[in-house]
């Protein structure tokens, strides 16, 4: 489709940066673990799985966007389903936010957690409607929200990070080194 071909580099370029990025959040995950640490896994699926969520779906969307689809019809389904579930997944993730323990999430927590993830998914569902009928102005909406999901996953992989560094860090007079 003629379309989508005008999209090329963007979708090789974004699709790359997120397979690049979901393989080095577990390389910083293999590190972290490492660490002495409580254990929590509420706390995970809160704030860390989310992260590798969005950079698949930038990786899903980058991977169906440049096949070589016939018509704008199974895209756009596709498209639709995965802005329609990630929009329930960002709500899911707000909640295990509330009951998890760990940590008190704070505003920039709720921002990049569920606002935006939702903002994203949400833009990603009504492309897909308008896909159809105005498909020129829908491939925008697309990469918006592939690019707006790409960039979530770097701010909270980066924030999980420097938590983990410079907040969760093992008591070192403990065991007396």
């Known amino acids: 489709m003629s379309e989508l071909a005008h999209w090329d580099s963007f979708y090789v370029i974004v699709g790359s940066a997120a397979g690049a990025l979901i393989g080095l959040q577990f390389v910083v995950l293999t590190l972290i673990a490492e660490r002495p ?12 799985t989310p992260t590798i969520v969005h950079f698949s779906t930038v990786l899903f969307l980058s991977a169906l966007t440049r096949a070589p689809w ?11 389903l995965v802005g329609i579930s990630g929009a329930a997944y960002a709500v899911i993730v707000g909640k295990r936010m509330r009951v ?8 920039e927590d709720s921002v990049f957690n569920v ?7 949400t833009i990603l569902a009504v492309s897909a409607f308008a896909a159809l ?16 999901l790409l960039f979530i996953g770097i701010h909270n ?5 420097t938590y983990h560094v410079f907040v969760n860090k093992p008591d070192v007079n403990k065991d007396g080194r």
């Open 157 to 161: 992989a980066w924030d999980g990070v």
């Open 70 to 80: 016939q018509a704008m019809t199974i895209p756009a389904t596709l498209w639709a």
């Open 100 to 107: 998890q323990e760990v940590y008190r999430p704070d505003f």
């Open 133 to 148: 009928s105005h498909t020129h102005e829908a491939l925008f909406g697309v990469g918006a929200a592939a690019l707006l």
């Open 37 to 48: 640490a409580v254990r929590a896994p509420e706390a995970g699926a809160a704030f860390s």
């Open 115 to 121: 606002l935006l993830p939702l903002a994203a998914y």
